[in-house]
C-alpha cells in the first residue's frame, strides 16, 4: 500500500499503563461559574459542570451526548485545562495532569483539540501550513521539518499540499477548514483527540467524508477520541461507548449500541425518541421532552430531571441517584433502575442480586 | 485532478485506500505572499490611497529638503513688502505681516508641523498598544485596573486636556509632544484593549494555547498579527488630529515660539491680516487640510486593505 505518512504509530514507550490502564480517568469533576444577579443580588453559580466521572479506555471512541448548555464543552474544556477546573481529578494514563510527572506541558503534546468552528479556530492571517506548523515549531522542530510535516499531514487528510498548503482560510470551505484543523490536531503526534461539535457546522455529505476521514485517522495514527455531538446518529456511527449528560452530570454510560438501543435512564429515551425516524409508521406522536432544561443556578432537588420526566414519583425529589451499574459496563444515575431505592418501578433486590 | 475548480471538495479519502496520494514533488515551493505581502499589494491597486501616499510623501520630502530648496531666506522679512499676495512676481506665495516669504515658510514650516504632528501618534502607538494588548490579553483584574485609569483621561475633551498638560508642563516643542502622546495613548490603549479581547476568546487562541506554546509567543504569532492591523489603521486616523492639535497650541502660544516657522503658528500670527489678504492669511490652514486629509484618506486604504474576508 503506501509508506506511511506523517508520523508512525505512537511510540510504544509513551504507552505507561498498559492496554488495561484507562487513557483518561475524570473523577468528580466540577465547575461552577459564578454570576452575579444584579447590583446587591446574591451571587449565583452555574453549576455547569457538577461532578462529573467517567473513563475514556485506550483506543475507543467515547461518545458524549446531551442538549445543549448540559456542559459538554466544558467538560471539554476542563479536560484540555483551557479553564481551571473547582474540583476533581484527572488522570491520564495513570498520571494526574499538572503532577510531577506529567506537567501541563507534556500532557498537551499527547492531547488535542478540534473546535466546532472552523473558521475561528484558524488564525485567518495564517496560512494553512503555518497553522499547521505551529505545534510543532512550538515543541522545538525546525522550520522546514515543521512545515514537511504539515504538507504530509494535508495530503493525510486529503487536501492536496501543493494547492491548498499556501491558502489562508477564508480560501476553504468549511470541510476543507475542519480537515485542516484535524491536521493541525494531529501535527503534535496525540494519543487522545477531543471532537467538540467538531462535525456538527458540516453539511451531511461534508460530514460523512469526514467522519470517514475520522475513522480511518483513528485506525492509522492509534488514536483515542473523545467525541462531543448532540447528534445521536452520529455518535452511533463512530462511538464504541457512550456518556449521556443532562444538566451538568453524566445520567448514563454504557456501550453506544447497548445504550441507543435499550436506554435505561428516562432521559436517553426521550432524548432517542426525538430522533425523526425514517419510518412513516414510527412517527412521534407526543413531544418526548416538555419544556427547556431547568435553570442550572437552581437545579431541582433530588433527581435533577425529575420536573420533566415520565416516570417521576415522590422519592424522586429528595434522592440524588447514584451512577451505578445495572450491568458491569453500564451504569445509570436513576432510581427506577435501582433495586431498593424506593421507586415502584424498581427491580427488586432479589432479582438484582 | 488539475482540471477541478478550487472549490470542489477534497478527493474522498476511501477512495485512496487509507492515503490520498501524496504529490510526486512535496518540495515544490510555492511562496506564499504572506498577509503583509498582500495588504501592499491591494494597496498598490488603490488609487485614492496612492494619491494620499504620494501627496505625504511629497510634503515630507519637502519639508526634510526644505533648509536647502526654500527660494528665500524664511527668516528676512521686509517692512516694506509686507502681505504682498499670492502670486506675486517675487513671493510666489504672497508673503506674510512681517514681510516674510510665505512659501519658503510653508516650506521649513512642515518639518516642525510634521514632527509634532507624527511623533506623538508613534509614541502613543507603541505605549498605548503595548498597554491595550496587555490589558486585552491578560484581562482580570489588571484588565481593571489599567482600563478604568485609561477612562479617567476621557472625562477631558481632548484639546482641553491638550492644553491643561502644554500649559502645565509649560511651552516648548518637546512639551507638546509629551501631552500630545498623553492625549492619545488612552484612546489608542482602549482600541487595542477592544480588539485584544476579542482575539483572545477566538478558538484559534485555545488551539495555540493547547499545543503547548508560552503565552509570548502566542501574543507574538497569533494575536499581535491580528490586533496591530486595526490599531494601526486608527493610529494612522489620528495623525491628522495631531497635527490640527499640534497647531492649535503652537496657536495659542504653547508650542512652537517665533519667529520658527509652524503652519499653527503661522495661521496664529497672520489671524490679523485675514481682511486684508484672505488667501494668504488661509495657506498655512490649507497645508494643514492637505496633509490632514491625505493622512485620513491613505489610513482608509489602509483599512480596507487589511480587510480580511469573512
Same mark, same amino acid.
Given at each position: 500500500? @503506501?509508506?506511511?505518512?506523517?508520523?508512525?504509530?505512537?511510540?510504544?514507550?509513551?504507552?505507561?499503563?498498559?492496554? *488495561?490502564?484507562?487513557?483518561?480517568?475524570?473523577?468528580?469533576?466540577?465547575?461552577?461559574?459564578?454570576?452575579?444577579?444584579?447590583?446587591?443580588?446574591?451571587?449565583?453559580?452555574?453549576?455547569?459542570?457538577?461532578?462529573?466521572?467517567?473513563?475514556?479506555?485506550?483506543?475507543?471512541?467515547?461518545?458524549?451526548?446531551?442538549?445543549?448548555?448540559?456542559?459538554?464543552?466544558?467538560?471539554?474544556?476542563?479536560?484540555?485545562?483551557?479553564?481551571?477546573?473547582?474540583?476533581?481529578?484527572?488522570?491520564?494514563?495513570?498520571?494526574?495532569?499538572?503532577?510531577?510527572?506529567?506537567?501541563?506541558?507534556?500532557?498537551? *503534546?499527547?492531547?488535542?483539540?478540534?473546535?466546532?468552528?472552523?473558521?475561528?479556530?484558524?488564525?485567518?492571517?495564517?496560512?494553512?501550513?503555518?497553522?499547521?506548523?505551529?505545534?510543532? $515549531?512550538?515543541?522545538?522542530?525546525?522550520?522546514?521539518?515543521?512545515?514537511?510535516?504539515?504538507?504530509?499531514?494535508?495530503?493525510?487528510?486529503?487536501?492536496?499540499?501543493? $494547492?491548498?498548503?499556501?491558502?489562508?482560510?477564508?480560501?476553504? @470551505?468549511?470541510?476543507?477548514?475542519? $480537515?485542516?484543523?484535524?491536521?493541525?490536531?494531529?501535527?503534535?503526534?496525540?494519543?487522545?483527540?477531543?471532537?467538540?461539535?467538531?462535525?456538527?457546522?458540516?453539511?451531511?455529505?461534508?460530514?460523512?467524508?469526514?467522519?470517514?476521514?475520522?475513522?480511518?485517522? +483513528?485506525?492509522?495514527?492509534?488514536?483515542?477520541?473523545?467525541?462531543?455531538?448532540?447528534?445521536?446518529?452520529?455518535?452511533?456511527?463512530?462511538?464504541? $461507548?457512550?456518556?449521556?449528560?443532562?444538566?451538568?452530570?453524566?445520567?448514563?454510560?454504557?456501550?453506544?449500541?447497548?445504550?441507543?438501543? @435499550?436506554?435505561?435512564?428516562?432521559?436517553?429515551?426521550?432524548?432517542?425518541?426525538?430522533?425523526?425516524?425514517?419510518?412513516?409508521?414510527?412517527?412521534?406522536?407526543?413531544?418526548?421532552?416538555?419544556?427547556?432544561?431547568?435553570?442550572?443556578?437552581?437545579?431541582?432537588?433530588?433527581?435533577?430531571?425529575?420536573?420533566?420526566? #415520565?416516570?417521576?414519583?415522590? !422519592?424522586?425529589?429528595?434522592?440524588?441517584?447514584?451512577?451505578?451499574?445495572?450491568?458491569?459496563?453500564?451504569?445509570? *444515575?436513576?432510581?427506577?433502575?435501582?433495586?431498593? @431505592?424506593?421507586?415502584?418501578?424498581?427491580?427488586?433486590?432479589?432479582?438484582?442480586? | 485532478?488539475?482540471?477541478?475548480?478550487?472549490?470542489?471538495?477534497?478527493?474522498?479519502?476511501?477512495?485512496?485506500?487509507?492515503?490520498?496520494?501524496?504529490?510526486?514533488?512535496?518540495?515544490?515551493?510555492?511562496?506564499?505572499?504572506?498577509?503583509?505581502?498582500?495588504?501592499?499589494?491591494?494597496?498598490?491597486?488603490?488609487?485614492?490611497?496612492?494619491?494620499?501616499?504620494?501627496?505625504?510623501?511629497?510634503?515630507?520630502?519637502?519639508?526634510?529638503?526644505?533648509?536647502?530648496?526654500?527660494?528665500?531666506?524664511?527668516?528676512?522679512?521686509?517692512?516694506?513688502?509686507?502681505?504682498?499676495?499670492?502670486?506675486?512676481?517675487?513671493?510666489?506665495?504672497?508673503?506674510?505681516?512681517?514681510?516674510?516669504?510665505?512659501?519658503?515658510?510653508?516650506?521649513?514650516?512642515?518639518?516642525?508641523?510634521?514632527?509634532?504632528? !507624527?511623533?506623538?501618534?508613534?509614541?502613543?502607538? !507603541?505605549?498605548?498598544?503595548?498597554?491595550?494588548?496587555?490589558?486585552?490579553?491578560?484581562?482580570?483584574?489588571?484588565?481593571?485596573?489599567?482600563?478604568?485609569?485609561?477612562?479617567?483621561?476621557?472625562?477631558?475633551?481632548?484639546?482641553?486636556?491638550?492644553?491643561? /498638560?502644554?500649559?502645565?508642563?509649560?511651552?516648548?516643542?518637546?512639551?507638546?509632544?509629551?501631552?500630545? #502622546?498623553?492625549?492619545?495613548?488612552?484612546?489608542?490603549?482602549?482600541?487595542?484593549?477592544?480588539?485584544?479581547?476579542?482575539?483572545?476568546?477566538?478558538?484559534?487562541?485555545?488551539?495555540?494555547?493547547?499545543?503547548?506554546?508560552?503565552?509570548?509567543?502566542?501574543?507574538?504569532?497569533?494575536?499581535?498579527?491580528?490586533?496591530?492591523?486595526?490599531?494601526?489603521?486608527?493610529?494612522?486616523?489620528?495623525?491628522?488630529?495631531?497635527?490640527?492639535?499640534?497647531?492649535?497650541?503652537?496657536?495659542?502660544?504653547?508650542?512652537?515660539?517665533?519667529?520658527?516657522?509652524?503652519?499653527?503658528?503661522? /495661521?496664529?500670527?497672520?489671524?490679523?491680516?485675514?481682511?486684508?489678504?484672505?488667501?494668504?492669511?488661509?495657506?498655512?490652514?490649507?497645508?494643514?487640510?492637505?496633509?490632514?486629509?491625505?493622512?485620513? /484618506?491613505?489610513?482608509?486604504?489602509?483599512?480596507?486593505?487589511?480587510?480580511? +474576508?469573512?
Amino acid at each position: 500500500m @503506501s509508506t506511511p505518512i506523517g508520523q508512525p504509530t505512537v511510540p510504544p514507550d509513551r504507552d505507561r499503563g498498559g492496554p *488495561a490502564q484507562p487513557l483518561l480517568s475524570i473523577d468528580g469533576l466540577v465547575k461552577h461559574f459564578p454570576v452575579k444577579k444584579g447590583l446587591g443580588g446574591r451571587p449565583a453559580v452555574v453549576r455547569a459542570v457538577d461532578g462529573v466521572d467517567f473513563t475514556i479506555l485506550k483506543g475507543e471512541t467515547l461518545g458524549i451526548v446531551g442538549e445543549s448548555g448540559c456542559g459538554k464543552s466544558t467538560t471539554a474544556r476542563l479536560i484540555m485545562g483551557l479553564m481551571p477546573h473547582d474540583s476533581g481529578e484527572l488522570l491520564f494514563d495513570g498520571e494526574l495532569i499538572g503532577g510531577r510527572a506529567l506537567p501541563w506541558r507534556d500532557f498537551r *503534546a499527547q492531547t488535542q483539540m478540534v473546535f466546532q468552528d472552523s473558521y475561528a479556530s484558524l488564525n485567518p492571517r495564517m496560512t494553512v501550513e503555518g497553522s499547521i506548523a505551529f505545534g510543532p $515549531r512550538v515543541h522545538g522542530v525546525p522550520k522546514r521539518q515543521a512545515i514537511e510535516r504539515a504538507r504530509s499531514l494535508l495530503a493525510r487528510v486529503g487536501l492536496e499540499p501543493s $494547492r491548498f498548503a499556501a491558502r489562508y482560510p477564508h480560501e476553504l @470551505s468549511g470541510g476543507q477548514r475542519q $480537515r485542516v484543523n484535524i491536521a493541525r490536531a494531529l501535527a503534535l503526534q496525540p494519543r487522545l483527540v477531543v471532537l467538540d461539535e467538531a462535525v456538527s457546522a458540516l453539511d451531511k455529505s461534508v460530514e460523512a467524508q469526514v467522519l470517514n476521514l475520522l475513522m480511518d485517522l +483513528k485506525q492509522e495514527f492509534a488514536l483515542t477520541y473523545l467525541f462531543i455531538s448532540h447528534d445521536l446518529n452520529v455518535v452511533r456511527f463512530l462511538c464504541d $461507548r457512550v456518556a449521556v449528560m443532562y444538566l451538568g452530570q453524566v445520567v448514563e454510560i454504557g456501550p453506544a449500541d447497548t445504550v441507543l438501543a @435499550s436506554p435505561a435512564h428516562p432521559y436517553t429515551a426521550a432524548l432517542l425518541s426525538s430522533m425523526p425516524s425514517m419510518d412513516p409508521d414510527a412517527r412521534t406522536q407526543v413531544a418526548p421532552l416538555a419544556g427547556d432544561p431547568p435553570n442550572p443556578i437552581d437545579p431541582p432537588p433530588g433527581c435533577r430531571f425529575h420536573p420533566r420526566c #415520565t416516570l417521576a414519583e415522590e !422519592v424522586c425529589k429528595g434522592r440524588v441517584p447514584p451512577l451505578a451499574p445495572v450491568d458491569p459496563v453500564h451504569r445509570v *444515575a436513576c432510581l427506577a433502575r435501582q433495586p431498593g @431505592s424506593g421507586h415502584s418501578a424498581a427491580p427488586t433486590l432479589s432479582v438484582a442480586a | 485532478m488539475a482540471t477541478l475548480a478550487p472549490h470542489a471538495t477534497a478527493p474522498l479519502l476511501d477512495v485512496a485506500g487509507g492515503a490520498a496520494p501524496l504529490p510526486d514533488a512535496p518540495d515544490a515551493f510555492m511562496p506564499s505572499r504572506g498577509f503583509w505581502g498582500q495588504v501592499g499589494h491591494k494597496l498598490l491597486r488603490d488609487p485614492v490611497a496612492m494619491t494620499a501616499a504620494c501627496v505625504i510623501l511629497a510634503i515630507v520630502a519637502v519639508a526634510l529638503l526644505a533648509p536647502w530648496i526654500t527660494p528665500m531666506d524664511p527668516y528676512r522679512g521686509s517692512m516694506i513688502r509686507r502681505l504682498k499676495p499670492v502670486g506675486d512676481a517675487t513671493y510666489l506665495l504672497g508673503s506674510d505681516e512681517l514681510g516674510r516669504d510665505m512659501l519658503s515658510r510653508l516650506m521649513l514650516g512642515g518639518r516642525l508641523s510634521l514632527f509634532i504632528g !507624527v511623533t506623538p501618534v508613534i509614541l502613543a502607538f !507603541v505605549i498605548g498598544s503595548g498597554i491595550g494588548i496587555l490589558a486585552g490579553y491578560v484581562g482580570g483584574w489588571l484588565n481593571t485596573v489599567l482600563m478604568r485609569t485609561i477612562d479617567v483621561f476621557f472625562a477631558f475633551p481632548s484639546v482641553l486636556l491638550a492644553i491643561a /498638560l502644554s500649559g502645565a508642563l509649560g511651552a516648548g516643542v518637546f512639551n507638546s509632544i509629551v501631552s500630545l #502622546t498623553c492625549v492619545f495613548v488612552p484612546q489608542i490603549a482602549r482600541v487595542a484593549e477592544s480588539v485584544t479581547t476579542q482575539i483572545r476568546s477566538r478558538d484559534y487562541v485555545d488551539a495555540a494555547r493547547l499545543s503547548g506554546a508560552s503565552t509570548f509567543t502566542i501574543l507574538r504569532v497569533q494575536v499581535l498579527g491580528n490586533v496591530l492591523g486595526p490599531i494601526f489603521v486608527y493610529a494612522t486616523s489620528l495623525i491628522s488630529v495631531s497635527m490640527i492639535l499640534a497647531s492649535g497650541l503652537s496657536f495659542l502660544g504653547l508650542g512652537v515660539k517665533p519667529p520658527e516657522p509652524e503652519w499653527g503658528l503661522m /495661521l496664529n500670527t497672520l489671524r490679523t491680516a485675514i481682511y486684508v489678504n484672505p488667501l494668504v492669511a488661509a495657506l498655512p490652514g490649507l497645508a494643514i487640510f492637505i496633509v490632514s486629509i491625505s493622512f485620513n /484618506l491613505f489610513s482608509d486604504g489602509l483599512r480596507s486593505a487589511m480587510e480580511v +474576508k469573512a
